[in-house]
């Protein structure tokens, strides 16, 4: 599988952005999507994930309400809406791919959300 993540960019704070990532090379619907993030100097974290199936949800605390995930099965494309944007989400951001109760196992090329005060 083959994860193409993009729609990073510089924002104000407050700000929105629609980070994208698409997969390609086989079916994903036995899979959760997930989101992470990497602050310069901090450890990556989770922020959102999504089962392919049937679309439910999961958040990180601080992201709840202004970030949410989603997806378009027939595009084979996951979405993460950020709204209210805030310097502290300034961040790579991956998507990866992965079946429940395992590991992440495969992760796309990260796009970088620069979020200006």
């Known amino acids: 599988v083959q994860l193409q993540a993009s729609g990073g960019g510089l924002v104000q704070a407050g700000g929105s952005l629609r980070l994208s990532c698409a997969a390609s090379?086989?079916?994903?619907?036995?899979?959760?999507m997930g989101w992470f993030r990497q602050a310069p100097g901090k450890e990556r974290e989770f922020v959102a994930s999504?089962?392919?199936?049937?679309?439910?949800?999961s958040y990180v605390d601080s992201v709840k309400g202004r970030i949410t995930i989603s997806r378009d099965s027939a595009k084979n494309t996951g979405y993460l809406q950020m709204n209210s944007l805030k310097p502290e989400d300034t961040a790579v951001y991956y998507c990866?791919?992965?079946?429940?109760?395992?590991?992440?196992?495969?992760w796309g090329q990260g796009t970088l959300v620069t979020v200006s005060s």
């Open positions: 990866a791919l992965g079946r429940e109760g395992r590991p992440y196992d495969y």
């Open positions: 090379g086989r079916t994903i619907s036995r899979y959760y």
């Open positions: 999504i089962r392919w199936s049937d679309g439910s949800t």
